[in-house]
């Protein structure tokens, strides 16, 4: 099967090609291809690509697996409305 075809963060929609092209050019860490590739950033927050992709760094650095550290995990917020954001300014006055 092609690099390309197959999917490694799949809320984000990148492929094994996109990892392997990003280690090639010298991007040998997670945080690296975080925040190009914003792998780790979707709604599993890296719980279904994580390991994958460590194990992909792993592989190209010929490193172990626990030698290769995990992404800082950044829970999800929930979003604030406008509306709130404006009746606690006019509070502030």
């Known amino acids: ?3 390309d075809k197959i999917i490694i963060c799949r809320c984000e929609d990148v492929t094994l090609k996109d990892i392997k092209d990003l280690l090639q050019q010298g ?3 997670f945080e690296d291809l975080k925040r190009l590739l ?3 950033m ?3 927050q890296g ?3 994580g390991q ?3 194990r992909e760094i792993a592989k190209f650095l010929n490193k172990s ?3 290769i550290p995990l992404q800082k995990v950044r829970p999800l917020i929930s979003g604030v409305p406008l509306e709130k954001i404006s009746e606690a300014s006019k509070d502030e006055s």
């Open 38 to 40: 914003r792998v780790g």
């Open 42 to 44: 979707g709604a599993c």
């Open 65 to 67: 697996i626990e030698e």
């Open 27 to 29: 991007y040998t860490n």
């Open 1 to 3: 099967m092609n690099d």
């Open 47 to 49: 719980n279904t690509c």
């Open 52 to 54: 994958l992709i460590q």
